[in-house]
């Protein structure tokens, strides 16, 4: 089955061939950094890191780029709230950024383009999009003239006479028409400033997006991502703009994730229910946090909640009792030998999970794949004195391909991580299997376990009131 997405701009699944045979280029809009990152912004760079992953895995050569928005109002006013300069509170919450992101296990991007650091390029576009007859400079401002891009609600699908009937100027702009939008802003006291042709100024916030992807991905590149709060007026606003100043089509494909609800209710600010990433990683591991984000297709809206969270650990514990059990099968193996009825369930397995994947990255459906193998494995590994080490070694490979992909199947392998919590709920696992192979007088998988455990540095007692156990 060849990948398919769905494509925001087609409003329907297709079929993807890049640009470039073997290569892809990605851009992901990414954090204004005023703030540490919430629960919400999370979601898309887990969602893009994870599509990123699965394109590497098929054998692409990904260029993958993520910007931060290191000036702009927000950040101005959060400078002057702190006490610091502007350019401070950039380096601030970026270095937050990739704290938090590590803590997720997201792989940095191959370029990460601050939008300070690429003035003279965003100048340029401006430039090209006046010369093409698409904005006009009202007091050192410089607007998109939203009538002059016939295209203008292709992406939002979203009708221009609609739009500007309830629409309307704020006060002190000078737009031509209230969808208008600036492009560049004239200096104000006090505000950080750049020189340009029309007088000291800085960027408007949706140009930033279109002079970077193009300057790292070409006029024309294969897929634009973000959260689908920024379909309008963003991301309509960086085609017009990279068309109207570049030519060419931009993004070919455009994909964003759902939002995210707070026991049922959307997360906002107004409603106390807005929770910052770096909170929450402070009750629940990341790779749960990962696991529980991907547990959901990405286009679908999520519901956050601890009890919601706390299942996702148990589910994802479940998955590595599996690999545990595998692990210490591996240790006893018979050399050589290959089961060939199991390996063709590791084959359809990895069959599954690809299926699942190319349907527009439905996770949740790979991880549902993933429970379903591990059940197999599981019943097949109870059944086996000595497994053969070759059918061990492709269900150990196995795994490793969806942790590639999936960013967290198998456990961190830190010396600093503290995961004491997590090997004592995987040993509390394992001995709920050993007690129900008891019930069933499955003496051969209780010793398994047992003797496991007990190569870890880990004692079984069976006793009158039940199992325990302790380290040794």
Known sequence: MSLRMYNTLSKQKENFTPLSKGNVGIYCCGPTTYNYIHLGNARPFVVFDTIRRYLRYLGYQVRFVQNFTDIDDKIIRRAAEEGLSPAQIGEKYIAAYFEDAA?????????????TEHIPEIISLVEGILAAGHAYVAEGDIYFDVKSFPKYGILSGRDLEEM?????????????NPLDFALWKAAKPGEPAWKSPWGEGRPGWHIECSAMSSKYLGADFDIHGGGVDLIFPHHENEIAQAVAGNGGSFARYWLHNGFITINQEKMSKSLGNFFLLRDILDHFPGDVVRFYLLSTHYRSPIDFSDDKIAVAQKSLERIRTSYFLLMEADKRSQAGGMDEDFRQKIVRAREAFAAAMNDDFNTALAIGGIFDFCHELNAWLQGQKQAPALTLQEAVELFAEFDQVLGMILPAAKADQDNSKEIEGLINLLMEVRRQAREKKDWTASDQ??????????IVEDTREGMRWKKL
């Open 164 to 176: 500007q009937a309830g629409a309307r100027v704020e006060p002190g702009e000078l737009k031509r």
């Open 103 to 115: 803590r997720l296990n997201i792989l940095p991007a191959d370029i990460h383009p601050k939008v």
């Open 449 to 458: 376990i047992r003797d496991g455990l007990k190569e870890l540095g880990i």
